[in-house]
């Protein structure tokens, strides 16, 4: 039977299938850590406060990705280059959401309007992140290898929506709302198509690698196809609602420890 776990469970059982995933999200999370902490740098003197949290959003995600990387040394396996059409993080960039890497490597103050399309940007892939993260948890919290990783890493991304609600609730009381909706929503539609197109090239990497049968490519390509025609629909609205979280203040201590793979 074909299901998340069996599918999941392929690629992890395959050392060259499970390099290639670690590898892709070893590349977006070490590029998120990137991006947060030139913005951490950049912002402006007005949202100083929020430079802290920031930081410690980058930090989480350095870490995840050496995670990612601590779990192939362990099976004996080294980084694979990233295709660039599963390259998540620069195929958003390249469709201008979130803040453009030239604009960070700048070194002038961001706005207020560049901290509000960040703050966007991350509760839009946070949401993605963590419902990904929240997958792998229910089917692999108590594997011996991952169960630590997939757990540490799960309870992180949910920080790290809850903290992109709480500051875009703040803004948005600060007379920012409107601005702050066109942000989400210009940024959930393009999320949305960006998340089928890797997931597509994804999974057909995955398949040579594996050698799936046509039919079994076919039938993983109109399930990522119906899922986006959902998410078309009215599912990307899922990742523009604001709710006060009933954490506070998520990102507001020291990175956690990241567990030891030996």
């Given at each position: 039977?074909?299901?998340?776990?069996?599918?999941?469970?392929?690629?992890?059982?395959?050392?060259?299938?499970?390099?290639?995933?670690?590898?892709?999200?070893?590349?977006?999370?070490?590029?998120?850590?990137?991006?947060?902490?030139?913005?951490?740098?950049?912002?402006?003197?007005?949202?100083?406060?929020?430079?802290?949290?920031?930081?410690?959003?980058?930090?989480?995600?350095?870490?995840?990705?050496?995670?990612?990387?601590?779990?192939?040394?362990?099976?004996?396996?080294?980084?694979?280059?990233?295709?660039?059409?599963?390259?998540?993080?620069?195929?958003?960039?390249?469709?201008?959401?979130?803040?453009?890497?030239?604009?960070?490597?700048?070194?002038?103050?961001?706005?207020?309007?560049?901290?509000?399309?960040?703050?966007?940007?991350?509760?839009?892939?946070?949401?993605?992140?963590?419902?990904?993260?929240?997958?792998?948890r229910k089917h692999f919290a108590d594997h011996p290898d991952l169960g630590r990783a997939v757990r540490m890493i799960s309870a992180d991304e949910d920080n790290h929506l809850?903290?992109?609600?709480?500051?875009?609730?703040?803004?948005?009381?600060?007379?920012?709302?409107?601005?702050?909706?066109?942000?989400?929503?210009?940024?959930?539609?393009?999320?949305?198509?960006?998340?089928?197109?890797?997931?597509?090239?994804?999974?057909?990497?995955?398949?040579?690698?594996?050698?799936?049968?046509?039919?079994?490519?076919?039938?993983?390509?109109?399930?990522?196809?119906?899922?986006?025609?959902?998410?078309?629909?009215?599912?990307?609205?899922?990742?523009?609602?604001?709710?006060?979280?009933?954490?506070?203040?998520?990102?507001?201590?020291?990175?956690?420890?990241?567990?030891?793979?030996?």
């Amino acid at each position: 039977m074909l299901s998340a776990k069996s599918l999941f469970q392929e690629i992890v059982d395959n050392d060259e299938s499970f390099a290639l995933f670690c590898s892709i999200a070893a590349g977006g999370e070490s590029q998120g850590g990137w991006e947060n902490a030139r913005i951490a740098a950049l912002v402006p003197d007005t949202e100083r406060g929020l430079a802290p949290k920031i930081s410690r959003h980058g930090a989480d995600e350095d870490k995840h990705g050496r995670i990612f990387n601590a779990l192939m040394k362990k099976r004996g396996l080294r980084p694979v280059p990233v295709p660039p059409e599963t390259d998540y993080t620069m195929l958003l960039e390249r469709g201008g959401i979130g803040l453009a890497h030239d604009r960070l490597r700048r070194d002038e103050p961001l706005t207020v309007q560049d901290v509000l399309v960040y703050l966007a940007h991350s509760r839009v892939t946070e949401q993605r992140a963590s419902e990904q993260m929240d997958l792998l948890r229910k089917h692999f919290a108590d594997h011996p290898d991952l169960g630590r990783a997939v757990r540490m890493i799960s309870a992180d991304e949910d920080n790290h929506l809850a903290y992109c609600h709480e500051e875009l609730l703040r803004l948005a009381r600060a007379g920012h709302g409107r601005a702050i909706q066109r942000a989400l929503r210009e940024c959930a539609l393009a999320e949305i198509r960006v998340h089928r197109d890797v997931s597509l090239a994804v999974m057909a990497r995955m398949g040579r690698i594996l050698g799936w049968s046509r039919p079994k490519a076919a039938l993983l390509a109109a399930g990522i196809h119906a899922v986006y025609a959902y998410e078309r629909l009215g599912g990307w609205r899922r990742m523009v609602s604001l709710r006060m979280p009933e954490r506070r203040n998520a990102l507001g201590g020291p990175p956690s420890p990241e567990p030891e793979f030996a």
